[in-house]
């Protein structure tokens, strides 16, 4: 153990291939006598298929092979995660093939696949392949596919339900409290479906060698071992230890790339088939037809307070959106990744989600950067602000008087929520107070109230969050229905010369993991970080894994790495001690050196390492070798919280809003690098804030998306942002060897309400008391809400 | 097939291309310099952007025969021999980088912006970008990467 780089701003590792060009992303990689696969799709939202004509297309030159459903239609993807109705009936499920024969039920669905020797002659070739549709008409939203008479997604789905769910107390004794409620809050709102857009866009090459009879996929994927479990066992039916998943440099993910796509198993069914290469790389307008989307929950909520204001109850009714088919997670994210945070932070005695989730013809929803958890947040905060200015009372004491009592989980048991989760550890009312002294809130609302007689309105909004992350116990997981266990894998193999490789199941795709993994080996191992090298995302040298989402990297990547480290040093002091003739027990490992306690007399490492494979002097019955894998199954999920603070301007005459200051206090744990937590805060509050003012997939009734471009879609830029305001306090994970809790989605979990908190608190600063508007709060829909 | 003839990066180069082929591609596909990448198929993103004849375009808003004769600087182009260009050692520094992306363009777009002013305020910096998305950093990161090159710089010319 030494402390050289826990806790110190470490510069990245990987930076130096990025910044000179040197990345490798799955579209740079060219294989020998690679092919292109070009993916014909529909451009029907609900249609069934009366023929289809691939002639005239296998004639053009260049063509190497056409796929249809005729084909390929009997394989499809799976969920992976069964949810039960209320009943107990089992979830409806019905299948994704890889390439639809029968009838087409969301715009993008794929039809055909030509792969041909260049990417132009492959689309070329689609051009020319003739489909008869015949149209029907299609369903769009959750709340009215559910209606008599909707039209059916899926024939089998009675009103399009793939289940319906609840969470919570029972629905009495919610309704009994809601009934002595001396104020209820009632908000209804539609948590907007959103494009995850990471920059990179998707892109995969198959490759299968008859010699070895061997397949190998490069996939730009958050988890590379899950793709090959999926597509080996659930959707082809080859042997896994005949297929290697590659998941290089991957251009940011925001959970979009965790799922298996039909387009992994299709360049790998026709690489077999052509006995080539088949690479496959989406353009940006399919990626908003394809990958998966986020949110589309259309609630109604009602908190009760009694005349105390405290809490008394919360009842929500919700229909969320699944697509047309469903995607990997998709049914976790609604369920368990939302109804059980509806806790928050508060003591709310009596609880009660119901849940319906709806199939319909629009682009499947899965976890988008937060998944499950922001819609909870914000409903949760927006409520709570939009209490306050309903009861007259400052919204900071309403939570302040709601709050859940600081409690450590060492000392203090966890808190048992109504909602399932045992949060770990808590210290709710210090992030608050620490963004109210940086926000400076009395000398702001002194400035509020000039402003209000101006035509630039201020306003405040306030969001105290709480997600669950370090994804996932696997018992407990299990028991709700997930179809994987949620451990991570994480092997240390020291070289003889003291050198180490990493190899963790866990895989970086924006997270620095080459960097804080290291920060947390070379501390541990008394080495310099330079001696540790992280290798992940390769199928064939890391043992297994199962990726890296639900900001979990650390919390359950690194302790599996933690395990192994323990693993090694025990070793190291056995060996150790029979070279300096002393016990085990007097054996201290500190600083990179095996010491005889009391003494001078010590082995460096190094010299241990290379005794491990070069055992001549060497206890009795102890293996060679220094090398340690082990699996980490955490015991609980993690549970950062934070405080997030917007202050926006918005222009009375326009609407306009800007953000003229974002203050964050997040507590995540412990912290390896600051530099890189901060940063993925940044990340985050960008994605949070760009879907109160700026995101959102807009479909027309006829199950077009109309802003399906980076033209259309209006993606967050750098002038829409100022500097952030970042603090942190530090409440250490009771249950994991690091005492971490996961950073990477906090920003986007905690921002969006406190932005929309912030414009319905300016427009009431000047008595526009609007409950209510529906995001993203383009200038348009804040001018609408002021003339009312 | 139009013949052309570019220098990029220092070296000539002589090639047929189809009409249709774009910049970018030709870039990557054709010279394999995949540094440059792409983002988006409707010139918003600015993940493309290149240095032609010394201004700062999007590589694939452009025919690849459209650039016959010109000189053209991609990221693999922009260090001296191992001496890292200040942005590239501001990106570093300041961590302007996540899952790096964007990070090519966002270099080459604020390289053209210092050529042009090398002391921007945080303001035009951001403004600077407007053609470039992020989905990483939330931009905080690149402006301050932006600012250490600025000073950097500065420190160096005085
Ligand atoms: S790829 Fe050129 S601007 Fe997006
Ligand atoms: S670093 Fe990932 S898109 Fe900018």
Not at chain 1, 444 to 455: D, I, L, P, V, W
Request: hydrophobic share 35%.
């Amino acid at each position: 153990m030494s402390n050289k780089f826990i806790g110190k701003s470490v510069k990245r590792v990987e930076d130096k291939r990025f910044i000179t060009g040197r990345g490798r992303y799955t579209d740079d990689i060219v294989l020998p006598g690679m092919t292109y696969a070009y993916i014909l799709r529909s451009p029907y939202a609900h249609a069934r298929i009366k023929s289809i004509d691939t002639s005239a297309a296998e004639a053009m030159e260049g063509v190497v092979t056409i796929m249809t459903g005729e084909e390929v239609g009997h394989y499809g993807v799976p969920c992976g995660w069964q949810v039960n109705f209320k009943n107990g009936d089992t979830m409806k499920e019905p299948p994704h093939p890889l390439l639809v024969k029968d009838k087409v039920r969301h715009v993008g669905d794929a039809v055909a696949m030509v792969v041909a020797e260049s990417r132009e002659l492959a689309q070329d070739a689609a051009e020319a392949i003739i489909i008869d549709y015949e149209v029907l008409p299609a369903v769009i939203d959750a709340s009215k596919a559910v209606e008599e008479g909707a039209p059916l997604v899926h024939e089998d789905v009675p009103n399009n339900i793939c289940f319906d769910w609840e969470i919570g107390n029972p629905k009495e004794e919610v309704d009994a409290a809601m009934a002595s409620a001396s104020h209820i809050t009632t908000l209804e709102f539609v948590n907007q479906r959103l494009a995850p857009n990471a920059m990179e866009p998707r892109s995969y090459i198959g490759q299968y060698d008859s010699v070895y009879d061997k397949y190998t996929l490069y996939t730009s994927t958050q988890n590379p071992h899950l793709i090959r479990l999926l597509m080996c066992a659930f959707v082809l039916g080859l042997p896994e230890h005949k297929v290697r998943v590659v998941g290089p440099d991957v251009g940011g993910g925001f959970g979009s790339k965790i799922y298996h796509y039909t387009e992994e198993a299709l360049v790998t069914l026709a690489s077999k088939k052509i006995g080539r290469p088949v690479k496959w790389t989406e353009t940006r307008s399919e990626a908003f037809l394809t990958d998966a989307h986020g949110r589309d929950h259309v609630t109604k909520a009602e908190m009760g307070f009694d005349a105390d204001g405290k809490i008394v109850g919360l009842r929500i009714k919700t229909f969320a959106n699944l697509g047309a088919y469903l995607s990997t997670f998709s049914t976790a994210v609604p369920t368990y990744l939302h109804g059980t945070l509806l806790q928050g932070l508060y003591t709310t005695p009596k609880i009660h989600l119901d849940m319906t989730c709806v199939f319909t013809n629009t682009t499947a929803v899965d976890a988008y950067r937060g998944a499950g958890r922001p819609e909870a947040t914000y409903l949760l905060e927006r409520l709570l602000d939009l209490s306050a200015l309903e009861m007259g009372v400052d919204p900071t004491e309403l939570r302040l008087k709601n709050f859940i009592p600081a409690f450590d989980g060492v000392t203090q048991p966890g808190y048992q929520t109504n909602v399932a989760l045992q949060y770990d550890s808590g210290n709710y009312h210090g992030v608050l107070q620490r963004g109210l002294e940086m926000l400076g809130y009395e000398d702001f609302r002194k400035a509020q109230a000039e402003a209000a007689t101006t035509n630039k309105l201020l306003g405040v909004g306030f969001s105290t969050y709480i997600e669950a992350c370090g994804i996932a116990p696997s018992a407990v997981v299990g028991s709700l229905g997930a179809r994987a266990g949620l451990y991570e894998v994480g092997q240390v193999r020291v070289q003889p010369t003291g050198k180490v490789s990493v190899f963790t199941g866990a895989h970086s795709h924006g997270q620095g993991h080459e960097t804080t993994f290291a920060q947390v080996v070379a501390d541990r191992l008394g080495i310099p970080m330079e001696d540790v090298d992280i290798v992940h995302g390769d199928s064939d040298t890391v043992a297994f894994g199962m990726g890296t989402y639900g900001s979990r990297s650390l919390a359950v990547g690194g302790s599996a790495i933690v395990k192994s480290l323990d693993k090694i040093i025990e070793k190291g002091a056995k060996i150790a001690a029979h070279k300096l003739e002393c016990s085990v027990d007097d054996i201290e490992f500190i600083d990179g050196k095996f010491t005889v306690k009391g003494t001078d007399k010590s082995l460096g490492f190094g010299d241990i390492a290379l005794t491990a494979y070069v055992p001549h002097v060497y206890p009795a019955n102890l293996e060679p070798g220094l090398d340690f894998s082990s699996f980490y199954d955490p015991t609980n999920f993690t549970y950062p919280f934070g405080c997030h603070i917007a202050v926006v301007e918005v222009d009375k005459e326009t609407g306009t809003t800007k953000i003229k200051r974002f203050i964050a206090v997040d507590d995540v744990g412990n912290v390896i690098n600051p530099m890189i937590v901060d940063g993925q805060i940044h990340g985050g509050l960008a994605q949070g804030i760009g879907q109160a003012l700026f995101e959102g997939v807009e479909y027309d009734e006829n199950g077009q998306i109309i802003n399906a471009s980076y033209m259309d879609y209006t993606m967050p830029r750098a002038d829409d942002f100022p500097m952030f305001e970042l603090d942190r306090q530090v409440t250490p994970c009771p249950h994991n060897p690091l005492g971490v809790k996961g950073a990477g989605e906090a920003g986007c979990i905690g921002s969006t309400p406190a932005v929309t908190n912030a414009v319905i608190d300016a427009l009431w600063s000047v008595g526009h008391k609007v409950k209510d508007i529906r995001m993203p709060l383009t200038s348009e829909r804040v001018w609408r809400a002021m003339q009312s | 097939m139009p013949k052309i003839t570019v220098t990029v990066n220092g070296t000539s180069h002589t090639s047929e291309v189809e009409g249709r082929l774009l910049l970018v591609h030709y870039l990557r596909d054709t010279l394999h310099l995949t540094g440059t990448h792409v983002g988006c198929d409707t010139s918003s993103c600015g993940a493309c952007t290149i240095h032609l004849d010394g201004k700062a375009v999007k590589s694939c808003s452009m025919l690849a025969a459209q650039a016959d004769g010109s000189t053209i600087t991609t990221i693999e182009g922009l260090a001296t021999g191992n001496e890292l260009h200040p942005l590239q050692e501001g990106f570093k520094e300041e961590h302007g980088l996540q899952c790096g992306f964007c990070t090519p363009g966002m270099i080459m777009c604020a390289a053209d912006l210092l050529s042009h002013n090398p002391n921007p305020s945080e303001q035009e910096i951001r403004e600077g970008l407007e053609g470039n998305i992020c989905r990483c950093t939330g931009y905080h990161n690149i402006v301050r990467a932006i600012q250490y090159a600025a000073n950097k710089s500065l420190v160096v010319s005085e």
